[in-house]
């Protein structure tokens, strides 16, 4: 079977943040940068609902893991500058 890709915006819209280029870039803007030690679904910042989504997606290799580690990246960033 063959894996779907995803897209930003919409791995944005799973989680239920706005997804607009312009709220993508203020999320990724007021949360970064992610130190390294914390996993993507540690952060702070996401609700229960949210970190669970994030952890299934990558435990399960799903099709979302692929866009959920280009978030991983974007909050890593010095300088967060990503639109969707």
């Known amino acids: 079977m063959e894996k779907s890709h995803h897209r930003f915006s919409e791995l944005f819209a799973q989680l239920g943040l706005p997804s607009d280029p312009v709220g993508i870039q203020a999320f990724v803007s007021a949360h970064s940068p992610l130190a390294d030690h914390v996993a993507l679904a540690d952060a702070p910042f996401w609700t229960a ?23 991983s990246n974007a909050l890593r960033a010095p300088s967060a500058g990503r639109a969707a």
């Open 49 to 71: 609902a949210q970190a669970a989504m994030l952890r299934e997606e990558l435990l399960g290799d799903a099709d979302w893991a692929e866009v959920v580690d280009q978030l």
